[in-house]
């Protein structure tokens, strides 16, 4: 089965500050990759995804994530968080079946 | 945009009870998935459905079934409610070949069991 691993369980920031989170997974085949966020008191939604192309991934809120496919790692960066920044962000991935397999996130606190 | 609802936000409920979570998606998506989020955990796929009155079991199936009598809802039941099935629930749809491009989640409920 596939696995995700988020290294970083709780990171505190300072605003302006620069954020890399770490993601890695343990299928070796075809993966479609994903960061998804969970702002306090909200629902999971979708920040960016990987599917083909370019390795380096844009999303919403200045937020990217580079596909290194030697390293199985899917990290999401952010050259300079902001205190709207603070929430739980989730890795996942799918391979050839229908499951999305996740990571067990990691909690961002970005102090004003 | 699609929306997924899930019945309740909040759930308390007794050991040893019945409990029905029920979830319902306007999109016409084939797949939804229940999964349970607790600290530290993440989020587990507890069991997914691919098709009407199909269904296949996730990582933690245990003490949990599932019902997809309609395409637009994914019912999850707790036959005999444990302390341990304390947890927030979540609800979510994806769209088939091009839509496995994100779930959809509902706004989860949270579940006590006393």
């Known amino acids: 089965a596939q696995s995700v691993s988020q290294h970083n369980h709780h990171v505190i920031l300072s605003e302006a500050a620069s954020l890399e989170l770490g993601c890695n997974y343990s299928?070796?085949?075809?993966?479609?990759l994903f960061w998804y966020v969970q702002y306090p008191g909200q629902h999971l939604q979708l920040l960016l995804k990987?599917?083909?192309?370019?390795?380096l991934v844009k999303g919403i809120k200045g937020f990217e994530a580079e596909f290194i496919k030697s390293k199985f790692s899917f990290n999401l960066r952010k050259p300079s968080v902001q205190w709207s920044d603070t929430a739980e962000y989730f890795c996942?991935?799918?391979?050839?079946?229908?499951?999305?397999?996740f990571g067990t996130g990691t909690s961002l606190t970005v102090i004003p | 945009d699609v929306k997924v609802t899930q019945s309740s936000r909040y759930l308390v409920k007794r050991t040893g009870e019945k409990v029905f979570l029920e979830c319902v998606q306007d999109?016409?998506?084939?797949?939804m998935f229940w999964y349970r989020q607790d600290p530290g955990l993440g989020l587990r796929l507890i069991y997914f459905?691919?098709?009407?009155?199909m269904k296949e079991k996730g990582d933690i199936p245990e003490g949990y079934s599932v019902s997809r009598e309609k395409k637009e809802r994914f019912s999850l039941i707790l036959e005999s409610a444990s302390t341990n099935q304390t947890s927030m629930y979540l609800c979510?749809?994806?769209?088939w070949g091009q839509g496995y491009e994100k779930l959809f989640f509902g706004s989860g409920t949270q579940l006590s069991v006393l």
């Open positions: 979510a749809s994806s769209g």
């Open positions: 299928y070796g085949g075809t993966v479609n």
């Open positions: 990987y599917f083909s192309g370019d390795p």
């Open positions: 996942a991935v799918t391979g050839t079946g229908n499951q999305f397999y």
């Open positions: 999109m016409d998506h084939e797949n």
């Open positions: 459905s691919y098709d009407v009155k």
